[in-house]
Every structure is written in C-alpha cells, then in structure tokens.
C-alpha cells in the first residue's frame, strides 16, 4: 500500500448525506481508480482516470462523481449517499511497471 | 466478465507447497499474466507477473503453460499468513488500449492454510 494513501477509514452516513472519499499517491503515475468491495461481490470498478483531466466510468458508476485536477489526488463523491452504497472502498494505482497498488481501504456504512 | 477462471476455495497443509490455478483460455499474445492477493480487510497485493516464461520472486512461482491458456501460481512453503484470496488476472501491458483500461477482477481463489 506504500505510496496510496485513503482517508477516511471508516465513515458513517445517514441517507441523503454527501461525502467524498479522498485518494492521493506520491508515487506520479499517471492511472488512479476506485473500487467497491460488497461480501460475494469481489472487486467492482466504479471510475478510473489515464490522467489529469480525464476520467471515465467503470462497471457501477451510478451514484459516485470523480474528478482528477492533478496528478496526485482523485476524490470519490457520493452526492446523496445511499445504504446500497455500503461497502469497503479501495483507491489502486498503476505504476509505469504495470504493478497496482492499493489504498488500505475506506469501510463507509450508510444508514 | 473477467476473462479468468479460478477455484473458489483451496486448502492447504502449513509448509506445504500450495498450488493456485487459473484458466485464461483466451488470453491475447500481449497479455500478461498478474497474480495479486488480499488478505482479510486489506487491499490487494501484487505477488507475481510474467508473460510467457515461468517467473520466481521471493514470494512466488509462476509456471504458464505453453499454449499460455492457463497457469499455476506456487507457494513454495505456505505459512498461516499465506490464508488469503488470491486473484488471478490478465492483461495487456500499459493502459492506452480499449478495456485493458477497466481492470477488471473475478472473484479469485479462497486459500486456507491449515495448521
């Protein structure tokens, strides 16, 4: 996980809130993307972006907007959070080497 | 979909060899072969990569077999701490070309190492 760093780790929201869920690596690769985890689900992709400036929708990007200003940081936001929107999320990382590398993970609860 | 095909569980005997498969039947010329695993409540970690030869880190093997449709990920000497899922996937080297962009996971291999 060295070089992404996720925060918060935990959250808890009621219905309706917004939040973003901040991801930043010091590491100047160019690929940054989101990931939920739900139990039985395994890793599903919610965005990604190629670089600053660029963005683009993975398998479930309803409910969730990005944003990739600069290099370093790629913010998730959910603008009206939901309880199906309870998961553990995982920021990743590609490197030039083709290695991807993972945030220790945000545990967000929505009741 | 993903494009791999992995047991959903395995067990394994402490500081015996475990040995993972993954079928990737379809797998291009320009794919590669990524291993990574996830230990409870952590994001995944990469262990191992090759193309077509067999490849040895300090944490792995890798053996692909010739026609590359499938290959074994080996845990020389398994410990507790190898208890993990472990995921196998494929992919083309960088990220400029077409869905190579999405990274897209299944649900991998539930390993058990048993004291």
């Known amino acids: 996980n060295a070089g992404v760093t996720q925060t918060p780790k935990f959250q808890v929201l009621k219905t309706g809130q917004s939040m973003t869920l901040q991801c930043a690596q010091d590491m100047n690769h160019e690929y940054m993307s989101w990931y939920r985890q739900d139990p039985g689900m395994g890793l599903r992709l919610i965005h990604y972006?190629?670089?600053?400036?660029?963005?683009d929708q993975g398998e479930v990007p309803n409910g969730y907007n990005v944003s990739r200003s600069t290099t370093e940081d790629f913010p998730l936001r959910l603008l009206s959070a939901a309880p199906s929107q309870t998961s553990v999320y995982f920021c990743?990382?590609?490197?030039?080497?083709?290695?991807?590398?993972f945030g220790e993970g945000s545990w967000l609860t929505v009741v | 979909d993903a494009k791999t095909t992995q047991p959903p569980s395995m067990d394994c005997a402490e500081g015996r060899a475990a040995n993972l498969p993954c079928n990737h039947s379809t797998i291009s010329g320009n794919e590669y072969v990524y291993w990574y695993r996830q230990i409870h409540s952590q994001g995944p970690q990469y262990i191992i990569h090759g193309l077509k030869n067999n490849e040895t880190n300090e944490m792995a093997s890798l053996i692909i077999t010739e026609d590359r449709k499938s290959s074994t990920l080996i845990l020389p000497h398994a410990t507790l701490r190898d208890t993990a899922v472990y995921y196998c996937?494929?992919?083309?080297?960088?990220?400029?070309?077409?869905?190579?962009?999405?990274?897209?996971w299944g649900l991998g291999t539930s390993l058990a190492v048993n004291p």
């Open positions: 972006s190629v670089g600053a400036g660029i963005t």
């Open positions: 990743a990382v590609l490197s030039s080497g083709n290695t991807i590398y």
């Open positions: 996937i494929v992919r083309v080297a960088g990220i400029n070309a077409g869905n190579n962009r999405k990274l897209i």
